[in-house]
């Protein structure tokens, strides 16, 4: 499987974008197309579009060339102003709800995470946005990426403030969503370590913070809330069983973590993954990630002998016999493939 740059996806952002120059200078400005009037002038645009379409073209990973001086002129616009005026252009963003706009304000997040790396504010809600991105996404590459990323900037804000009770509580719900169970368990019981956090709640905590938090964290502040989310995680972790490690293995795999997998799956029962086809496709995929076509041939032909309509083994067979250029293979699937989808249509 060849992953997809996280840009492929960021497209959307800056797709409707114009490039113009000012007559007296060198740096090209992206503006929204409806807002541009005449294409050789950039008299009477809104300066808050032009400064929220730099930071969107360079979060977008756009202008690597120009990236210097587009910081420069941002900083000399906004000087101490900066974090505070893009964080607002974010929330502005965010509250449009549509696909464009949410991934509008992640790559303004993900520019100013790059200039002031470490700040808690931002990362915070970095992670928030990512996370949003990939629960509406239903593209494989895109939910990995982005579930990929959320989980990185997560662990780089537990880092910067491990006693702090929304960034334990932030990650192990995030953990807790990608079924890594037994490292949510961990956070949650971090974070009930610093409840007393609640009683201070109303004596200087700043309330608006909320608004960079996942949105569930306004009823986990409710203490009766919060244990019983954390009764609830224990409860499923030792209901779930294997079902959990299945979802740890696919999130590893979502997010290329291929070694990870690879050991997760080493820990499973065999006589379990025989009889359980979903395990056989994914140790499938894993040899097919790290290339070992014949092991992922054998994998995906016993899925298909306990599961006879299974497409997405088939899809991979398809790809394998292609490499080798077996061609009579490669059409026997691609005829399977055709047959079983014009029944389903029927």
């Known amino acids: 499987m060849n992953k997809k740059s996280i840009f492929i996806f960021l497209e959307p952002a800056i797709e409707t974008f114009l490039m113009i120059r000012p007559k007296e200078g060198d740096l090209y400005f992206p503006v929204d197309a409806d807002k541009v009037k005449d294409s050789r002038e950039i008299k009477g645009i809104n300066r808050t579009d032009i400064l929220n379409g730099i930071v969107i073209l360079l979060g977008a990973g756009e202008a690597r060339r120009q990236r210097d001086e587009y910081t420069a002129f941002l900083k000399n616009n906004l000087k101490e102003n900066f974090k505070d005026y893009f964080m607002l252009s974010a929330r502005e963003f965010i509250s449009r709800e549509d696909e464009v706009s949410i991934k509008r304000a992640f790559c303004i997040l993900r520019y100013i995470n790059e200039v002031l790396p470490g700040d808690l504010d931002i990362l915070l809600l970095y992670v928030e946005l990512a996370k949003k991105i990939y629960l509406a996404s239903d593209e494989y590459d895109e939910i990995g990426i982005f579930k990929a990323e959320a989980m990185i900037k997560a662990e780089e804000a537990i880092d910067i403030a491990p006693d702090e009770y929304f960034t334990n509580v932030l990650l192990a719900t995030l953990y807790l969503n990608t079924g890594l169970y037994k490292k949510a368990e961990l956070l949650f019981k971090n974070a009930k370590k610093s409840l007393n956090m609640l009683s201070e ?134 005829a399977k493939i055709e047959l079983i989808n014009e029944n389903s249509s029927l």
């Open 201 to 334: 709640y109303g004596e200087g905590v700043n309330k608006e913070k909320l608004y960079v938090y996942e949105p569930a964290l306004k009823t986990l502040l409710d203490h009766e809330v919060f244990e019983k989310t954390y009764a609830d995680l224990l409860e499923l972790i030792e209901s779930a069983g294997d079902y959990a490690m299945y979802e740890a293995f696919q999130n590893d795999l979502l997010t290329g973590r291929l070694d990870v997998a690879e050991q997760k799956l080493n820990e499973l029962d065999e006589d379990k993954i025989s009889k359980n086809w979903w395990y056989i496709f994914l140790r499938g995929l894993l040899y097919f990630n790290k290339g070992d076509l014949e092991a992922a041939e054998e994998n995906f032909k016993a899925v298909l002998r306990l599961n006879a309509s299974h497409i997405d083994s088939m899809e991979h067979l398809v790809s394998i016999y292609s490499a080798r250029g077996d061609e009579r293979l490669r059409d026997k699937y691609i």
